[in-house]
């Protein structure tokens, strides 16, 4: 069973980089035709997926982040990390990392889930 963990800072200041990490377990990152995305929830919305690293190292944006939005992996410690610069307090919500075999850039779709992480963009 793949199980995923999110970790990182819980309050980012305004302008600053949000840096958030999955670990892995139960699977790898480099399975073929697997792919781990982060998937974030704004207070009172909807979820809403931001992007995906494949199992071949691709990477996939949605239009409206993709400007300030960066997913990376380290196949060595079986991570994969989220970039978002610029923060504003609108992109307070609770960030998850997911995973699903086949490409999807709808967040229901997606199989294994992280529990989450409250993050927090304020001065």
């Known amino acids: 069973q793949v199980q995923l963990q999110e970790s990182g800072p819980d309050l980012v200041k305004p302008s600053q980089t949000l840096s958030l990490t999955c670990t892995v377990s139960?699977?790898?990152?480099?399975?073929?035709?697997?792919?781990w995305s982060w998937i974030r929830q704004p207070p009172g919305k909807g979820l809403e997926w931001m992007g995906a690293i494949a199992y071949d190292g691709s990477t996939y944006y949605s239009p409206s982040l993709k400007s300030h939005t960066s997913i990376s992996r380290d196949t060595s410690k079986n991570q994969f990390s989220l970039q978002l610069g610029s923060v504003t307090p609108e992109d307070t919500a609770v960030y998850y990392c997911?995973?699903?075999?086949?490409?999807?850039?709808?967040?229901?779709?997606?199989?294994?889930w992280g529990q989450g992480t409250q993050v927090t963009v304020s001065s």
């Open positions: 997911a995973s699903r075999r086949g490409y999807s850039d709808y967040p229901r779709a997606y199989d294994y």
């Open positions: 139960g699977g790898s990152i480099t399975t073929s035709y697997y792919y």
